[in-house]
């Protein structure tokens, strides 16, 4: 067997409350794998590849690396929305330039479609400049936007479980508030993340699937007037004198003062008015049904870095998909990215596996529409049978300390620097 | 002894995680007062007993009420806004005949300060109107502005442990996603409720109490300009690269285009623009001393029933509240709100007494000025010594069932209505 070489693993995009899980699968697996010696994150991502910030997890106590299954977002190595783009050649290189000062055999990046991409276009590079590298993708969003429209490439994201169990949560508690509120805020509206996919706005289906509650869903895929949106929750109101309202951030109501981040997605955090304001605002302009007002959340982050909330079944499968990626990786299985496929039939069973990065790169995933109901305001049991298995049964049990949740803390022990300062290409946003 | 009376229960205003174990302590108390008959709840507070609506609680399942702990918010009986004014004299006087219609010998209203000065008031003229009732306030807001500020009438309402709680979990959790996301995201803004008190934003300070983060909270009692809010957060960002912020929804950043409840309280949940988003504009307008954007969460009443993160101290204290005012109730002692007061000295204790209901109308708590710090944008670890005993050590274990949470479900057993119908007087709004 050939000598061991050192592994990078570098997070991309919006962080997700199990993302540390895949982390922590990969420092794990790695352990137990002869092929690879030191696990290095790279700090933000890829701009820690290009700042030459390599922090040493093989350095870090197993206890810190084991409570990364209880901290959820991305503090522990960081995340970026740098996109290393085509034409930043001086990018790709300093990458490649790098990972040969480390002996990096081994590149994983944990990200999205475009990571995916990355991922795939440095490992070619690797090649062609004489570096034996394996780039390997680990899948990530809690969008549930990776892969295809078939579920062939992979079934869902790890991620998605656990913000789809927060709005099973978020919508289960606001319909109690808006039960015991009514007669004065008869109109509670949710506003989801999700752009333009509505897998998280129809989690919010798991809270009711026996729709007992005056629940109304509004995807982006199924867009309507902010006028037909307002006649649809008076209509509720006059059949239930209330109504809660979940909403995707990306449904189009005219504009927002979209703020662009660096991959010409609306980053919708940073929007001039919400989705979930305007529609508050649009329903207290005509007036309700019922006496009262209209009231609003904009959680924003929160899905996607209450811990609390997360889903046991993701944080398994987000370590499990942590593991296979650094197993493909010692195994010389370049250009992969590791996911999860579902056994077809009742019995709900995933089996970890392997899929082309370019494959997942070049394809783009859409909410099936056969899941939105006639209405257009809500989704089928197909969706609920679907995503049902993803949230599982209980609570995760966080570790508290001194009454605060005791969270993964690394000592700062990076790789000695080995190359002149380094000045990115891009701008971030 | 005498023969037993009913008891109505009736909650009031805004909701909280614990309201509901209060009712609890009521209704389980009540078991073993032989004073006290039937429990009824009124159906959303005070308009249910205008409207004639009383649930029986004492005919609903003993596992329904006891799973009362673990259901937020008030959709069990329902809250309202519907306030009883001076000069609605037809509404008092409605009161009083349904009391006397259901031989309600006891009246226990849970809410903040305007609710215990109704509940004197009710009890003062059914003594005129000849009806022998017992008139008791059971406290609760999740803002600690009942009471008086020398904490000697109250020392804390349940309601403010749990919200406290939130606030420390989504303070640790931003943490993550601000460490993790800063080189696009360097600013995250969340804003707190509590109108014009500031203990709910303060708790944000339990989060860390060492002062390793770069937080700044931003109280409603500690104005600056928007100017130098942005001036504060560069400071921070040329510091730390990164800046989390919480921010009072009463906080004067100008006009928000405000919605007035009932009580004449701005209603900031149906305000055009929130403060937070106010504060990512404004931002974003100016520009960062980093790259990057800010960007805000607005999470509305999640903090006031977001059950998972409840504090056990404060579901406890709740609840002991709730049986405490029975006990009241039952010995006849009218016109006194039940109450929480610490013992002095550094070990935790508190003990279940009773206030004058008068003192608790006309009094009102502010936030210690002296808990500001001299910069403006934080408060002092006197404050961290108050509130730290109130968040508890654990979190609650919450039942779930089939995926979801197992929450409260009563049966819709009602008295009989023995009177005509009858209309509200007031606007909800």
């Not at 993302?19 to 794990?28: A, H, P, Q, T």
């Not at 700042?51 to 901290?71: I, N």
């Not at 504009?255 to 919400?274: A, M, N, P, R, Y």
């Not at 996607?304 to 593991?323: K, M, N, P, T, W």
């Amino acid at each position: 067997m050939s000598r061991p070489r050192n592994l990078v693993v570098a997070q991309s995009g919006g962080p997700t409350p199990v993302i540390n899980s895949s982390l922590r699968g990969v420092i794990e697996a790695a352990r137990d794998l002869d092929q690879i010696g030191t696990v290095y994150g790279a700090r933000h991502g890829i701009e820690g590849v290009l700042k030459e910030e390599l922090l040493d997890l093989s350095a870090q106590s197993p206890d810190e690396v084991a409570l990364l299954r209880y901290t959820p977002s991305a503090g522990s190595i960081g995340t970026c929305r740098y996109k290393l783009k085509d034409g930043q050649d001086e990018d790709f290189e300093r990458v490649i330039e790098v990972f040969k000062a480390h002996d990096i055999g081994y590149f994983l990046y944990n990200g999205g479609n475009d990571s995916m991409d990355t991922a795939n276009k440095i490992a070619l590079l690797a090649q062609k400049r004489g570096l034996d590298l394996v780039g390997v993708g680990v899948p990530k969003t809690i969008d549930n936007d990776v892969g295809d429209s078939e579920f062939k490439l992979i079934d869902h994201t790890p991620g998605y479980g656990s913000t789809a169990k927060y709005w099973m949560h978020a919508v289960q508690n606001a319909n109690e508030e808006n039960m015991g509120s009514c007669p004065a805020d008869p109109v509670l509206v949710l506003q989801a993340m999700g752009r333009k996919i509505g897998f998280i706005p129809a989690a919010a289906r798991l809270a009711d699937p026996a729709r007992e509650m005056p629940l109304q869903i509004y995807l982006a895929e199924s867009p309507c007037s902010l006028e037909q949106l307002a006649d649809n929750v008076n209509d509720q109101l006059r059949q239930n004198g209330r109504c809660v309202v979940v909403i995707s951030e990306g449904f189009d109501v005219g504009s927002l003062g979209e703020v662009k981040d660096s991959f010409g997605h609306t980053s919708f955090g940073s929007s001039q008015i919400t989705v979930g304001q305007t529609v508050v605002n649009y329903l207290n302009k005509v007036g309700l049904a019922t006496k009262g007002a209209a009231r609003g959340n904009v959680s924003g982050t929160d899905q996607r870095h209450s811990i609390a909330y997360a889903s046991c079944v993701d944080l398994d499968e987000a370590y499990r998909s942590g593991q296979k990626a650094a197993e493909l990786a010692a195994n010389g299985e370049s250009g992969f990215m590791s996911t999860i496929l579902r056994d077809p039939g009742m019995i709900y069973n995933v089996r970890y596996d392997k899929v082309p990065l370019p494959d997942v790169a070049n394809s783009e995933r859409t909410f099936p529409a056969e899941w939105i109901t006639e209405s257009g305001y809500d989704v089928t049991h197909e969706f609920v049978r679907y995503a049902r298995p993803l949230i599982g049964e209980e609570m995760p049990s966080l570790p508290m300390l001194d009454g605060r949740q005791r969270l993964a803390r690394f000592e700062p022990i990076f790789a000695e620097k080995k190359l002149p300062e380094y000045e990115l290409q891009a701008d971030r946003k």
